[in-house]
């Protein structure tokens, strides 16, 4: 009810009041007539007194209400717009340093035997450079992520020796440069386990960065253990360095807290392992003598791996490949994957229009595909979800490439291979075994198809 109806209903009850009071009156002797009157417009004033205050009352309401919703749709709008920002930001980077990377690995692995030793450091020194400018992004992005709440762990199939060696390339030059000596313990039994592979690595690289960096003349060594058993992952990050003031051991696992280290603060790469070890449910706790290092120990859960999808050794068995399909619409990344599968001996088909690229798979229909869903031609989960569907397509394995972290959106389409770009030869090999594996596995455990045509 608004303001003008409630004083329209305010006047009529003060009128009736004012009628009421008359005949009341008439009915009284000549002495209780004034007092009655008086009586009854008190009353009606009082009444309408009343009944203006609630309906201002009631307006106020209304009114909060309206802004509460207006302030709802413009978190919603901000955050929107703070995920496309993140996005943007996310493939502006990661698009340039996957060519930064990718083409100085070709140049060290191409180097010709009897190249100057001076050549191939160089080379290496900016590959080292490029892997610290990608830890740096991927620290930014994950901010992102904790502020928005999105993606959820991922879990997959996920080899800890490999993932060990990946770790060994960042943080090696970093630690020659500082005279620090590098050791890693694996699990004795190189089987994969299921966890969240990125988060794993992520949390990992951070706590080596920091162990490398606060140390000299030292020791940092990275120690991974599994317990069957109890089915848990133990990885500890053990440094020589200069430790830790007891009074900051809380502090340092929040984000840029004030330390009582001459003045420094805790920057965000131990707040956002705390955050990654968390949600994938497992714990973190630090160990600290001043003067003499420090030990960070993550405990995570995993799950065992299906050994129907993988080798005996947890490595994806080797493949004979011949016809391979890449869409990409940038041109370095699929020059890049393009010459990587050529040494391996892969014929390619290479396509830089994701349309053009997705009527070459239906009608060519290659042994696999390599997609980056970040087209510009074509909505590329939409190419996904037509390459799924067509009876032509439906079984050939995909693997996807992006700038973002794609698992679950991928995986609610049947893809178990995303990779995160900057991706190395190696791990592109490797995720094309590992999906042509997996798909065949997934057709072998298919119920035989009727012959009944499918829709178009």
């Known amino acids: 009810m608004n303001r003008p109806v409630l004083a329209i209903t305010s006047s009529?009850?003060?009128?009736?009041?004012c009628v009421a009071a008359s005949i009341v009156g008439l009915t009284q002797g000549p002495g209780e007539h004034t007092t009655w009157i008086i009586a009854f417009y008190i009353?009606?004033?009082i009444m309408a007194v009343w009944t203006y205050s609630a309906a201002g009352a009631i307006i106020w309401i209304d009114e909060q209400r309206i802004n509460i919703r207006m302030a709802s749709s413009q978190l919603r709008l901000e955050d929107h717009a703070q995920q496309q920002f993140w996005s943007s930001i996310s493939h502006d980077l990661r698009t340039p340093l996957n060519a930064v990377l990718g083409y100085t690995e070709l140049l060290i692995e191409e180097t010709p035997e009897g190249t100057p030793a001076i050549f191939r450091n160089d080379l290496e020194r900016v590959k080292a450079a490029g892997f610290e400018l990608l830890t740096l992004v991927n620290d930014l992005l994950a901010i992102a992520d904790i502020?928005?709440?999105h993606?959820?762990?991922h879990l997959e199939s996920t080899n800890i020796d490999r993932l060990i060696n990946k770790i060994e390339t960042v943080l090696a030059p970093t630690a020659e440069q500082l005279n620090n000596r590098l050791v890693f313990t694996r699990p004795d039994d190189n089987f994969p386990v299921r966890t969240d592979a990125v988060r794993l690595e992520r949390i990992l690289i951070a706590l080596g960065t920091n162990a490398v960096k606060f140390t000299a003349e030292g020791k940092v060594e990275i120690v991974v253990s599994r317990d069957a058993d109890t089915r848990q992952l133990t990885c500890r990050v053990i440094d020589t360095g200069r430790g830790i003031d007891p009074r900051d051991l809380t502090a340092i696992f929040q984000p840029f807290a004030e330390l009582h280290d001459r003045?420094?603060?805790s920057g965000?790469?131990?707040a956002m392992c705390k955050h990654l070890v968390e949600e994938m449910g497992g714990s973190i706790s630090v160990d600290s003598v001043l003067g003499k290092g420090s030990t960070f120990t993550v405990c995570l859960p995993f799950e065992e791996v299906n050994r129907?999808?993988?080798?005996?050794?947890g490595n994806a068995p080797a493949t004979n490949l011949r016809r391979v399909l890449i869409i990409d619409e940038n041109e370095d990344t699929a020059d890049l994957l393009s010459r990587q599968l050529k040494r391996s001996g892969c014929k390619v088909m290479l396509s830089l229009d994701g349309a053009f690229g997705l009527d070459v798979a239906i009608n060519l229909q290659p042994e696999i595909i390599i997609i980056d869903v970040d087209l510009k031609s074509i909505d590329g989960w939409a190419a996904l979800t037509r390459l799924n569907q067509d009876v032509r397509t439906r079984d050939i394995p995909v693997v996807v490439c992006s700038d973002h972290d794609e698992r679950s959106r991928a995986h609610s389409l049947g893809i178990d291979t995303c990779l995160i770009k900057p991706v190395t030869g190696a791990t592109v090999l490797h995720g094309i075994q590992r999906a042509i594996q997996r798909g065949t596995a997934a057709v072998?455990?298919?119920p035989p198809i009727s012959a009944s045509p499918r829709g178009s």
């Open 308 to 313: 129907q999808l993988e080798g005996e050794d």
């Open 43 to 45: 009353s009606a004033a």
């Open 151 to 153: 993606n959820a762990p």
């Open 268 to 270: 965000i790469g131990l």
């Open 263 to 265: 003045g420094k603060n």
């Open 147 to 149: 502020r928005s709440g």
């Open 12 to 17: 009529g009850i003060s009128s009736l009041a």
């Open 444 to 446: 072998q455990q298919q």
